[in-house]
């Protein structure tokens, strides 16, 4: 139990004790007056009946009051709910947009890749190309040197 509800019921109870032991005050009849008129009563039992009525009072108010927190705070939770469902897609677009981004830049670097791979195969058959021919020539050249040695 918290504290407050414990000195609430301590309080109580010592109210009760009170009245129990000083029963016979409580009920003894009193001359009482309401400016327009005069009777006569336990002025205790009067008094307790007011306390007993503050009491339930403020019992009802703290109903209500809790009443209306619970209220407010399940439409904030329903709020927070719903914001954090808009969050969530949000989340969920901005992953989406950036795999694509990503996916995007993966086939633009393979395309490049594979541009720079034919490119290099290109340059690559060229200079055997090139390399070929001069092999060619100085095999031509080597064998007129032979000829020409043998003549």
């Given at each position: 139990m918290r504290m407050r509800t414990l000195l609430l019921l301590l309080v109580l109870v010592s109210i009760g004790v009170f009245v129990s032991v000083n029963w016979a005050?409580?009920?003894a009849p009193t001359r009482l007056s309401l400016l327009v008129t005069t009777f006569e009563a336990p002025i205790g039992l009067l008094m307790l009946g007011l306390v007993?009525?503050?009491?339930?009072?403020?019992?009802?108010?703290?109903?209500?009051?809790?009443?209306?927190?619970?209220?407010?705070?399940?439409?904030?939770?329903?709020?927070?709910?719903?914001?954090?469902?808009?969050?969530?897609?949000?989340?969920?677009?901005?992953f989406?947009?950036?795999?694509?981004?990503?996916?995007?830049?993966?086939?633009?670097?393979?395309?490049?890749?594979?541009?720079?791979?034919?490119?290099?195969?290109t340059e690559i058959r060229d200079n055997a190309n090139a390399l070929t021919a001069t092999i060619a020539e100085l095999d031509d050249r080597m064998q007129r040197l032979q000829k020409g040695d043998a003549l």
């Open positions: 005050a409580v009920t007993v009525l503050v009491v339930l009072t403020f019992g009802v108010y703290l109903v209500v009051w809790q009443s209306a927190m619970l209220l407010e705070s399940r439409r904030q939770t329903k709020e927070l709910q719903a914001q954090r469902t808009l969050a969530d897609q949000a989340e969920a677009s901005r989406t947009e950036l795999r694509d981004i990503v996916h995007d830049e993966l086939e633009g670097l393979a395309n490049r890749m594979a541009q720079m791979q034919d490119a290099l195969c």
